[in-house]
């Protein structure tokens, strides 16, 4: 049974996917219900790959038991099953957030919003298991697709975003399959763990830089690294609330760990291939990280704002994996992770706002404070944690990040952290001046009547993820030293 | 040295911690229970003073518990002589402030009252964090907390000035904030610890072009706090804040905080060997003599009586900095012992001007000639804090700038005597001045104000009183003068932990 | 000859990417956008199979008698670019959605004439 388990991880939600037409059609509750069961379930057996990892070593699964490096295999790394653990955990969230978003649509739309969902989990926990490159393009896929067509329910706009998302993803997707056809044509294997012994004599061969730069072009679409960003702005303001937070948090961080992988455990990091196309992403992080704040502070509605922020946070995790040290590959897990809550919690924030007031626009926030203070004291930790106050985890993700630069004297990336928390401090307090210090000018609509300030599924994952992002500030020794220093890989430690 | 494991270091930090979370939670029903929690923390910490202070003049140090909070990196709070100093000044104050900040707000009614108490709490509770931590990342954190628990405080009114000068505060802290954090990250991947040790813990100097890029970092992070112009331009812009804001925490937490961020650079992670060595440490010092005269000459020219205040304590504040970089052991003291004299001297200023507020809404110094007639205590005590912030003998600030003298006079800058002597003249003449006019003039319309109310003037006669009582007995109290010789002695010798 | 042939076929594959790229990046129509889309992916399809190639060799069904594996072409390019093929299909499929409700939103499929009715 225990062998099992990594099966399970990409199974189960791909089951509750499939069964959630069936199941919505006879009643919302038990949609709910399943869902929520299924991500639970996943993030159990996740949790327990990952200890398994953690004691034992990586954790292999055959899939229809054919032989690697015949068959399909499962590869789950400390990496990979942390990954999942915070995949399938904040899908679990997101799935109990999104009851008020659809609970007044009709069976067809909430089937299909869960059913998708389920799919576009199963995606990513795919990549993140997955051990063969083909098959890794096809979790991709299921995961893209699914994300199309959820962007889509965001109404006229959401769906051009979804076209446009859907031209510049299938072309980022189409690149990352380029090179596992080259890679295939050099190594003969799909199969990573065979492919990294194979291409070690390889790596001098003129297809590798090719191989390298269309890996780095289409997983940098993917992530929505500047400047292959373009689609992601408008699918983040245009996709419902619980969607973009998930797209922010999640979507685009798992490309970065395909992209860790690849750099880091297959290929041969210090060869010089590798160090130039780390040193322009690392150049390029570090444009996007400026360039994502100052378009942030451009904006003036609350989620455009942070789909721009977001841009500036993939750069943070390519800006420390480009640094290829230990700290700066820890900085760049742990923000993985540490933006991955601060941006769903913020999102989850943005759609509380919206669902309870219908505000869009940041000059809209005056004197919310006093109606909702939960969430606008939740909103001050994240934000505290943006801008990398002490002892958030913001702060720790620039500590290792800093001290990652200065190992390489990198300055360059040191005065671009610098700059962009102070341009993170700009667009931040700008909103706690509107919703702490002005008072409220007119009367406010409520939408939704409820006991407290927001009903209990949304109020709950706010308070959850805040504390999680306090959390893993204060004990973030402990995440380190248990999870994050067995990541690091061998070659850079 | 003896270095005692014990909780009493979290005991000193908690009280102000708690009653801020507790006035929150429990301030917005009844005004008289936030009140109660200040002066209940404020009179813990009276206590805990008295309690430790004669521990750790006998030579201990009290040590809390590790906590790690990035590998090999701990969080650990320790009480020396020298956090003993400033922790001192702070809880002695804070429960004065508190009396007053009572009086005060109800005179003046002022909205927002809860966030007033609890990040008035805040600021006290990273006040005494700032003193007791034990190394560079538990300081950088306390650092950070003053600076956000302070900007509520700025912003109190809530109108578009505050919001500006707010603002204007931030960008000054945060970005200084930020490149003191560059400084410590890049120290601690140099020598591999941030801990505090008395005399510098630097060792093994090869190559000493980062060594001063990191000292210069990190006094661009701490200055801005204490003022250094041209880091100063918040100082004054802040100003706006209610006067009981603007006495404990732009005359002593905050701005006392960048100055001992100062000490605790300059004594106990570089060392006056080093420093001399690397010869930084001059730049610092010009800085400081530069801001003295400075400072003063704006001084003058300002009529808003806590705008005057305010370039006054930068001038002040720079008399430490000065202290500091001469690095020697005289100097060092005077220094330290600067920060209690002019913690009390100062804060009886801004009292007073708070007093005057109350009484009479008028903030320009053209506006208050002949007030002495209507409020002879309050101006008295104002005629008493300005000699002394000039350097008269049996006030506290003699003492200080006594040592501060003889300090610049053993390591031969004579330059900076001669600036020590300009720059208490100015003071005389921008200080004493505003108590000369208010008892020489007379207005016939001051005629419908009496006495400041009692709640307010208490406070103001207690500090006014310590600033002459220090002065004749150094030691009276909690033993400032004894704990400041100590501590110098401790950094010039480079003994203990 | 043969070497010439097949980089001249990698040489077109290129083209061929690089064709529906340009149209992606510059084609008004929406519709237009998704054939150049396809023909993307289409000539990934084309490399994978290309890479599969063998001169001399025949399906891989085992015949009788033949056990040298040169005698076999690889069969896993064409496996996996049924799959590919699936999952062009199923973009496809996904983008022809998108496009109808964009032509009930909007009555359009010209970007430009979208860009402009979304700003009404």
Redesign the interface.
Same mark, same amino acid.
């Given at each position: 049974m225990r062998d099992f388990f990594p099966a399970f991880i990409v199974i189960i939600p791909m089951t509750i996917s499939l069964l959630a037409p069936l199941v919505g059609r006879i009643s919302k509750v038990f949609l709910r219900l399943l869902t929520m069961f299924g991500f639970f379930l996943s993030v159990i057996f996740s949790a327990i790959v990952l200890r398994e990892t953690l004691t034992v070593g990586n954790v292999y699964y055959n899939f229809g038991n054919w032989e690697a490096p015949y068959g399909i295999e499962y590869v789950i790394d400390p990496l990979g099953a942390t990954i999942a653990v915070m995949v399938s955990f904040i899908a679990l969230l997101i799935v109990i957030y999104s009851r008020e978003f659809f609970k007044d649509e009709g069976w067809l739309k909430n089937a299909a919003y869960y059913s998708l969902f389920g799919l576009m989990v199963t995606g990513l926990l795919g990549m993140t298991v997955s051990g063969d490159a083909f098959n890794l393009y096809v979790f991709l896929e299921i995961s893209s697709l699914s994300t199309y067509a959820l962007i889509a329910l965001g109404g006229p706009r959401g769906t051009v975003a979804a076209f446009k998302y859907l031209l510049i993803g299938t072309v980022g997707a189409s690149l990352y399959l380029f090179s596992v056809a080259y890679l295939y044509g050099i190594t003969g294997t799909l199969n990573f763990a065979d492919m990294s012994e194979r291409i070690l004599p390889l790596m001098d061969s003129p297809a590798m830089i090719l191989i390298v730069i269309l890996l780095f072009l289409g997983l940098g679409i993917k992530m929505a690294l500047f400047p292959l960003h373009m689609w992601l702005p408008d699918a983040h303001s245009y996709a419902p609330y619980p969607l973009s937070a998930f797209m922010s948090g999640v979507l685009i961080k798992v490309p970065a760990y395909v992209m860790i992988r690849y750099y880091f455990f297959i290929f041969d990091v210090n060869h010089a291939v590798l160090q130039n196309v780390l040193q322009i992403a690392g150049i390029l992080a570090a444009i996007g990280i400026v360039y994502g704040s100052v378009m942030a502070i451009a904006q003036t509605e609350f989620k455009r704002m942070l789909a721009y922020s977001s841009v500036a946070g993939i750069g943070y995790v390519v800006m420390g994996m480009s640094m290829g040290n230990a700290y700066g590959m820890i900085g760049a897990v742990f923000h993985i992770f540490n933006h991955a809550f601060m941006k769903v919690a913020l999102f989850f924030i943005a759609g509380g706002i919206k669902q309870k007031f219908d505000h869009i626009k940041i000059d809209e926030f005056k004197g919310l404070l006093k109606k909702m203070p939960v969430s606008m004291y939740s909103f001050l930790i994240l934000a #505290?944690s943006m $801008?990398g106050?002490?002892?958030t985890a913001g702060f #720790?993700s620039?500590?290792?990040l *800093?001290?990652g630069a &200065?190992?390489e004297g990198l300055w360059f990336f $040191?005065v671009v952290i *610098?700059v962009s928390? *102070?341009l993170n !401090?700009v667009y931040f #307090?700008r909103i706690i001046?509107f919703a702490f &210090?002005?008072?409220e000018e007119k009367e406010r609509k409520c939408k939704i009547q409820s006991r407290f300030e927001l009903p209990l599924s949304m109020l709950m994952p706010i308070v959850v993820m805040t504390l999680l992002v306090l959390a893993l500030g204060?004990f973030? !020794?402990?995440f *380190?030293?248990a999870i994050l220093?067995s990541v690091v890989p061998e070659v850079i430690k | 040295m003896d270095v005692t494991v014990s909780i009493l270091p979290y005991l000193f930090v908690l009280p102000p911690l708690i009653a801020a979370i507790l006035i929150m939670i429990t301030g917005n029903r009844n005004p008289d229970v936030r009140e109660f929690w200040t002066i209940l923390a404020g009179i813990i910490n009276f206590g805990l003073v008295f309690y430790v202070y004669r521990r750790i003049l006998d030579g201990q140090i009290l040590e809390s518990v590790h906590f790690?909070?990035?590998?090999n990196v701990s969080f650990f709070l320790k009480i020396d002589t020298t956090g003993m100093i400033f922790a001192g000044v702070a809880s002695l104050l804070w429960i004065v402030t508190s009396f007053y900040s009572i009086g005060y707000m109800r005179a003046a009614n002022k909205i927002n009252q809860t966030g007033y108490f609890a990040s008035f709490a805040m600021c006290i509770f990273a006040a005494l964090g700032i003193s007791f931590a034990g190394n560079l990342f538990t300081l950088?954190?306390f650092y950070?907390?003053l600076?956000?628990a302070t900007y509520p405080l700025v912003?109190h009114n809530?109108e578009q000035e505050h919001?500006e000068a707010?603002?204007k505060y931030?960008a000054y802290t945060?970005?200084t904030g930020?490149?003191f954090?560059?400084g410590i990250?890049?120290l601690?991947?140099l020598t591999g610890t941030t801990d505090f040790v008395a005399g510098g813990f630097i060792q093994n100097v090869d190559n000493p072009t980062p060594f001063i890029m990191i000292f210069l970092l990190m006094v661009i992070g701490a200055s801005a706090k204490a003022g250094l112009i041209p880091l100063h331009g918040w100082l004054p812009a802040a100003m706006v804040a209610p006067t009981p804001v603007s006495a404990l925490l732009h005359a002593v937490a905050v701005v006392k905080a960048g100055a001992f961020v100062l000490v605790r650079i300059i004594g106990y992670v570089f060392g006056f060997d080093l420093l001399a060595s690397l010869g930084v440490i001059d730049y610092l010092a010009w800085a400081a003599a530069f801001t003295i005269i400075i400072a003063s000459v704006i001084a003058m020219r300002q009529d808003n009586l806590k705008r005057r205040l305010a370039f006054s304590t930068i001038g002040q504040l720079s008399y430490i900095i000065l202290g500091l970089a001469l690095i020697n052991e005289q100097a060092f003291m005077g220094a330290l012992f600067h920060i209690v004299a002019h913690a009390f001297m100062k804060i009886t200023l801004f009292f007073c001007a708070g007093a005057i507020f109350i009484n009479t809404g008028y903030k320009y110094i053209s506006q208050i000639h002949g007030i002495g007639k209507q409020m002879p205590i309050t101006m008295a005590m104002f005629g008493i804090a300005s000699l002394g912030i000039s350097g008269m003998p049996f006030t506290v600030g003699f003492i200080s700038k006594w040592n501060l003298a003889l300090g610049a006079i053993a390591g031969g800058n004579y330059l900076y005597i001669f600036v020590l002597i300009a720059s208490a003249m100015l003071s005389a003449s921008y200080l004493v001045t505003v108590f000369v006019l208010a008892f020489y003039n007379k207005n016939e319309e001051f005629t419908e104000f009496r006495e400041v109310r009692k709640d307010i003037l208490i406070p103001i006669l207690i500090t006014g009183a310590m600033s002459i009582i220090l002065g004749i007995f150094p030691d009276a109290g909690p033993h400032f003068y004894e704990l400041a010789i100590r501590s110098a002695e401790i950094v010039a010798n480079g003994t203990g932990g | 000859m043969i070497n010439f042939l097949s980089t001249l076929i990698y040489g077109l594959i290129v083209v061929m990417f690089l064709l529906g790229f340009y149209g992606i990046m510059t084609k008004n129509n929406l519709i237009k956008k998704l054939i150049a889309m396809n023909i993307m992916q289409i000539s990934i399809i084309f490399f994978f199979i290309t890479l599969g190639l063998k001169l001399d060799a025949t399906i891989p069904v085992e015949l009788p008698g033949v056990v040298n594996v040169d005698a076999y072409i690889n069969p896993l390019p064409h496996a996996l670019m049924l799959t590919a093929i699936v999952v062009s299909l199923s973009t496809t499929g996904v983008a022809l959605a998108l496009m109808i409700r964009i032509k009930n939103f909007l009555n359009t499929i010209e970007e430009d004439e979208i860009l402009r009715r979304m700003e009404e």
């Open positions: #505290f $801008i106050l002490p002892p #720790f620039k500590w290792y *800093v001290n &200065l190992q $040191i *610098v928390s *102070v !401090a #307090f001046e &210090l002005n008072k204060i973030n !020794a402990d *380190v030293s220093t | 790690t909070i990035v590998p950088f954190i950070e907390v600076t956000i912003i809530r919001i707010g603002r931030l945060l970005i930020q490149i954090l560059v990250i890049w601690y991947h | -």
